[in-house]
C-alpha cells in the first residue's frame, strides 16, 4: 500500500457525461501528479500541483481539469466524456515537486 | 521530444533463468531515470531512481544500470512472483516529477 487513496476504484459512464476522480496523498506530502493510462498510450502526465498551485501541465485535454485543495487532497475534472476517455487514471503523491512519486491504484473510468 | 522506448514488449522465462531488460532513452537534459513495477488492474510501484551514468542500484533480485543513453535492469533467478510489467520512466526539467514512461515489458517468469 503506497498511502496514497484514490476513489471511486471504478466508475461507469455516458459520453456527454461529467465525472470527479478524487486523490487523497500520502501525509506529509505536498505534490499530486495525475496520469492517464490507456492500453495504446502507456502512462500520459496529465498535470501537477504542488501545495495547491498548479505546477506543471502535460497532455492533458482542455475538457478535463484539476485543483488541489487547502488539505491537499485532489480531484480531477473530466467534462463532455468520449469514449476515447476510457482508462485508468492514476494519482501519485511525493514530498516535494521534484521527488519520487508513489502512486495510488487508480480509478478505472469506462464511458458507454 | 522525450522518447523511451523499452524492450523487449514481452519476456517469457523459466524460473531461475536470469535475463535484462531494456530501456532506451532520447532526452534533452536527463534528471533522474526511474524503474517501476507495475501488477494488473494496480497502481506503479516505485523500484529505483538512477541520477547519472554509471549507477548502479540492487534490490533482491533487482539491478538496474545507467548509461548515456539507455538502463538495463537485470532480473538474477526470477521467481514467479516477479511476473509484472516493468516499466521506465525519465525525468527532464528542474522542479517538477514530470515523467515519461516507456510502454513497458510484460515479464511473465514460469514455474
Known amino acids: 500500500d503506497s498511502g496514497v487513496t484514490q476513489t471511486p476504484k471504478h466508475l461507469i459512464t455516458a459520453t456527454g457525461q461529467r465525472v470527479t476522480l478524487r486523490c487523497s496523498p500520502r501525509?506529509?506530502?505536498?505534490?499530486v501528479y495525475w496520469y492517464q493510462q490507456s492500453l495504446d498510450q502507456g502512462l500520459q502526465f496529465l498535470i501537477q500541483?504542488?501545495?495547491?498551485?498548479?505546477?506543471a501541465k502535460g497532455n492533458i485535454l482542455e475538457r478535463f481539469s484539476a485543483q488541489q485543495f487547502p488539505d491537499l487532497h485532489s480531484e480531477l475534472n473530466l467534462s463532455s466524456l468520449e469514449l476515447g476517455d476510457s482508462a485508468l487514471y492514476f494519482c501519485?503523491?511525493?514530498?516535494?515537486?521534484?521527488?519520487?512519486?508513489?502512486f495510488g491504484q487508480g480509478t478505472r473510468l469506462t464511458v458507454v | 521530444e522525450d522518447q523511451v522506448t523499452q524492450s523487449p514488449e514481452a519476456l517469457r522465462l523459466q524460473e531461475g533463468e536470469s535475463s535484462s531488460l531494456n530501456c532506451s532513452y532520447t532526452?534533452?537534459?536527463?534528471?533522474?531515470l526511474f524503474w517501476y513495477r507495475q501488477d494488473p488492474g494496480k497502481g506503479p510501484e516505485f523500484l529505483f531512481t538512477?541520477?547519472?551514468a554509471g549507477e548502479e542500484k540492487e534490490k533482491e533480485r533487482l539491478k538496474a544500470t545507467l548509461t548515456k543513453k539507455e538502463s538495463f535492469l537485470h532480473i538474477t533467478a526470477p521467481k514467479p512472483e516477479d511476473s509484472a510489467t516493468y516499466l521506465c520512466?525519465?525525468?527532464?526539467?528542474?522542479?517538477?516529477?514530470?515523467?515519461?514512461f516507456g510502454k513497458g515489458t510484460k515479464l511473465s517468469v514460469i514455474p
Open positions: 501525509s506529509g506530502d505536498l505534490s
Open positions: 501519485a503523491s511525493s514530498v516535494h515537486r521534484d521527488t519520487e512519486a508513489f
Open positions: 532526452v534533452s537534459g536527463l534528471r533522474g
Open positions: 500541483y504542488y501545495n495547491g498551485e498548479e505546477r
Open positions: 520512466a525519465v525525468q527532464t526539467g528542474a522542479g517538477s516529477y514530470q515523467l515519461t
Open positions: 538512477l541520477y547519472s
